[in-house]
């Protein structure tokens, strides 16, 4: 079948543009207290990201062409082309046994010119992850965790060429990945600590597989407040139907916890 490809990226190409967004993440930490007592956490940052990858569609209405974006956007012009970004998460504690949800909604655009065609890309994205976790007081440092992780993707692209003809696709899916992960959160003393995340998912059950790594260092103000800066990478790789989805998302994270 004969491949379009879309956008392509390169340095030295001035009429290509890539996007970068700022939007807002709530990893969980832990919070020291009773372990009959519930313990609750919120935490807003900020998250300079970028995306790598490619999405789109492989035999477009069954025409024997794949159009196919290649997408690789950074962070360097943070909020150039972000359209919309919601993002909340939580989590609850009751002795050794909690629960964490995050909430991530964000809508992406991005253009450029190939071959004198005006090529227009649209990515929008939600996902929610639950995941129960579970850390008994001998495990003085380690919690380990299971659950799910939604994702809802649509891709839009159009393209215009230099007659003013017009061809696009506009296609998405939604999938529910499986996932287990492991949480090692060390302090280094009273007011420094580190954490280390990772979770790995999929199995073919949705994507082919996903998989999502943490890396932060705290301090903590006060009993309440934590300031953390940290670096997330997520991937996922999923085929359906003829929709394509294959993306990394990774950058640095600026934030707050606030546990009570």
Same mark, same amino acid.
């Given at each position: 079948?004969?491949?379009?490809?879309?956008?392509?990226?390169?340095?030295?190409?001035?009429?290509?543009?890539?996007?970068?967004?700022?939007?807002?993440?709530?990893?969980?930490?832990?919070?020291?207290?009773?372990?009959?007592?519930?313990?609750?956490?919120?935490?807003?940052?900020?998250?300079?990201? !970028?995306?790598?990858?490619?999405?789109?569609?492989?035999?477009?209405?069954?025409? !024997?062409?794949?159009?196919?974006?290649?997408?690789?956007?950074?962070?360097?012009?943070?909020? #150039?082309?972000?359209?919309?970004?919601?993002?909340?998460? !939580?989590?609850?504690?009751?002795?050794?046994?909690?629960?964490?949800?995050?909430?991530?909604?964000?809508?992406?655009?991005?253009?450029?010119?190939?071959?004198?065609?005006?090529?227009?890309?649209?990515?929008?994205?939600?996902?929610?992850?639950?995941?129960?976790?579970?850390?008994?007081?001998?495990?003085?440092?380690?919690?380990?965790?299971?659950?799910?992780?939604?994702?809802?993707?649509?891709?839009?692209?159009?393209?215009?060429?230099?007659?003013?003809?017009?061809?696009?696709?506009?296609? !998405?899916?939604?999938?529910?990945?499986?996932?287990?992960?492991?949480?090692?959160?060390?302090?280094?003393?009273?007011?420094?600590?580190?954490?280390?995340?990772?979770?790995?998912?999929?199995?073919?059950?949705?994507?082919?597989?996903?998989?999502?790594?943490?890396?932060?260092?705290?301090?903590?103000?006060?009993?309440?407040?934590?300031?953390?800066?940290?670096?997330?990478?997520?991937?996922?790789?999923?085929? #359906?139907?003829?929709?394509?989805?294959?993306?990394?998302? #990774?950058?640095?994270?600026?934030?707050?916890?606030?546990?009570?």
């Amino acid at each position: 079948m004969k491949k379009i490809s879309v956008i392509e990226r390169r340095a030295h190409d001035q009429d290509t543009r890539s996007y970068r967004v700022v939007i807002l993440v709530m990893p969980t930490l832990c919070h020291a207290g009773s372990p009959d007592e519930w313990q609750f956490e919120v935490s807003p940052y900020l998250w300079a990201v !970028g995306k790598d990858g490619r999405t789109g569609v492989k035999n477009v209405r069954g025409t !024997g062409v794949d159009l196919i974006a290649d997408v690789d956007l950074s962070f360097s012009d943070i909020l #150039e082309n972000l359209d919309m970004a919601l993002l909340v998460n !939580g989590q609850a504690q009751k002795g050794p046994w909690g629960i964490r949800m995050d909430f991530v909604h964000m809508t992406v655009s991005t253009g450029t010119t190939v071959n004198a065609a005006r090529a227009e890309l649209e990515v929008s994205e939600t996902a929610w992850t639950t995941a129960l976790f579970y850390k008994p007081e001998r495990w003085k440092y380690f919690d380990v965790f299971a659950g799910f992780r939604l994702i809802d993707a649509n891709t839009e692209i159009d393209i215009i060429g230099a007659m003013g003809r017009s061809a696009g696709t506009d296609i !998405g899916d939604t999938w529910v990945d499986p996932i287990v992960g492991v949480n090692f959160q060390y302090p280094l003393n009273e007011k420094w600590g580190m954490i280390l995340r990772a979770d790995m998912g999929g199995f073919g059950v949705g994507s082919d597989f996903t998989w999502q790594g943490t890396a932060a260092i705290r301090y903590r103000v006060s009993d309440l407040i934590i300031l953390d800066l940290a670096y997330r990478y997520f991937e996922a790789d999923y085929e #359906e139907d003829g929709y394509v989805y294959d993306l990394s998302t #990774e950058g640095p994270l600026l934030g707050v916890t606030f546990a009570f």
